[in-house]
């Protein structure tokens, strides 16, 4: 049976920038190299609870498609960890869940960072709203790191993953 998706019912690719925090090391993610349901690439594993991967967007199973504008289809493994640390602090990678590489490769589009679906994700909304606020977390309190991770799950479509942090904050 074929079922009739557009567009709007699958998640959209996502360019992830992380930024690596003070007092935290690393992004806070892992990357295999598989193939995984008949698609063979580099995929994002096991991420930390509280991490800039985590707060930036990325989840697990996700296929790495750019790193900092690069494409990474037929790198070694050891290429792709090589450009994720080439810029010492920070990385943008363009991720796509199951789901969006199949409705994409069904519909003959490329996956690139200049889709104009493409979903922007950073860590670096997480650590300014901390900056900003200075407050610390109650006993208790949700961690705002978990809450942007709801955020992302809440509003997968939102264009501007701002004004969803607006949203969760309640301003």
Same mark, same amino acid.
């Given at each position: 049976t074929s079922l009739c998706l557009s567009m709007a019912d699958i998640s959209p690719p996502r360019l992830c920038h992380l930024r690596i925090w003070? &007092? *935290? %090391? &690393? *992004?806070g993610f892992t990357v295999d190299q =598989? @193939? +995984?349901d008949g698609q063979a690439g580099h995929f $994002? =594993? +096991?991420i930390e609870p509280g991490s800039p991967a985590q707060a930036g967007g990325l989840k697990d199973g996700d296929k790495i498609i750019e790193i900092n504008g690069a494409g990474v289809d037929g790198f070694a493994h050891k290429k792709v960890l090589a450009k994720i640390k080439s810029k010492k602090k920070e990385v943008n990678i363009l991720v796509a869940d199951k789901e969006c590489q199949d409705y994409y490769e069904e519909n003959n589009i490329s996956i690139t960072g200049s889709v104009?679906? #493409?979903l %922007?994700?950073?860590s670096e909304n997480v650590l300014s709203l901390v900056e900003k606020t200075g407050k610390r977390r109650k006993e208790g309190e949700i961690p705002l790191v978990e809450s942007?991770? @709801?955020v992302i799950k809440q509003h997968p479509r939102k264009k +501007? #993953? @701002?004004s969803? $942090? @607006?949203e969760d904050i309640g301003e």
């Open positions: 003070p &007092g *935290y %090391h &690393g *992004y =598989a @193939e +995984k $994002i =594993a +096991k104009s679906s #493409v %922007h994700c950073s942007m991770a @709801e +501007k #993953v @701002e969803a $942090i @607006e």
